[in-house]
């Protein structure tokens, strides 16, 4: 079974400052999509970014990066320029790209602090 | 603008009271699952479905929940009898699998907030 994993509960970070959110995961299978998922306390839960396992290319957003690396299996988020609304909950997420196995596996989160 | 709507946004109920939370997933979409989130467990997946038929519902206590998709607009998530432990918001989310799965994005409803007495 796919496992992910956040090792930092939380993160803190001074406005207009960047931050680097870790993920590692453990799958077996070579086609899958990764996903930030944001949730602020209102609890709605925000796609933040994706990535395709198949593209070499890091996705970016404005000011979310990630840096994907296929054979450490490692998905970090890099927030630039931070903002206050940025706090929230930051969720990584694995989906199989199997017909059959497509459930979204999350990590444990972590929790974003934006300093003013 | 289209979106997953679940009702009711909250609930408060007393212990062996019956609870049924409902889901209108996206129009067109044909997987929808039901995450519960607590400070505990985090987010864990009770059940989801592919074209109306269930897929997976290891996740869900089967002697009190059930989840079941009446039509294609439709997915309910009922517990009975509720109990404390069942305090937690419960999240529908919908997505595309097979040939139309496009990106594999799952988008969420606002979730659930279960308070059980």
């Known amino acids: 079974a796919q496992t992910v994993t956040q090792s930092q509960p939380e993160m803190s970070v001074q406005e207009a400052e960047t931050v680097t959110l870790s993920c590692t995961y453990d799958t077996s299978e070579s086609d899958y999509y990764l996903f930030w998922y944001k949730q602020p306390p209102s609890r709605q839960m925000i796609l933040v970014i994706r990535?395709?396992?198949?593209?070499?290319q890091n996705a970016t957003e404005n000011r979310f990066s990630v840096n994907f690396q296929k054979a450490a299996k490692s998905f970090s988020l890099k927030i630039s320029d931070s903002q206050l609304g940025d706090a929230a909950m930051y969720f990584c997420?694995?989906?199989?790209?199997?017909?059959?196995?497509?459930?979204?596996?999350f990590g444990a989160g972590t929790i974003l602090r934006v300093k003013s | 603008d289209a979106r997953v709507t679940q009702t009711p946004r909250h609930k408060v109920t007393e212990m062996g009271q019956e609870v049924t939370m409902r889901c209108q997933p996206i129009?067109?979409?044909?997987?929808v699952f039901w995450y519960r989130q607590t400070m505990m467990q985090g987010l864990e997946l009770l059940a989801y479905f592919r074209n109306r038929a269930p897929l997976d519902d290891s996740g869900m206590p089967k002697d009190r929940f059930s989840a079941e998709m009446p039509d294609a607009t439709l997915a309910t998530l009922k517990i009975q009898p509720s109990e404390p432990r069942d305090s937690a918001v419960y999240f529908c989310?919908?997505?595309?699998?097979?040939?139309?799965?496009?990106?594999?994005?799952?988008?969420f409803g606002e979730g659930s907030r279960l308070t059980v007495l």
């Open positions: 990535q395709e396992a198949y593209k070499q």
């Open positions: 989310a919908s997505g595309l699998s097979g040939l139309a799965k496009r990106t594999g994005e799952l988008f």
């Open positions: 129009l067109g979409h044909n997987t």
């Open positions: 997420a694995y989906r199989s790209a199997i017909e059959y196995g497509n459930k979204l596996v």
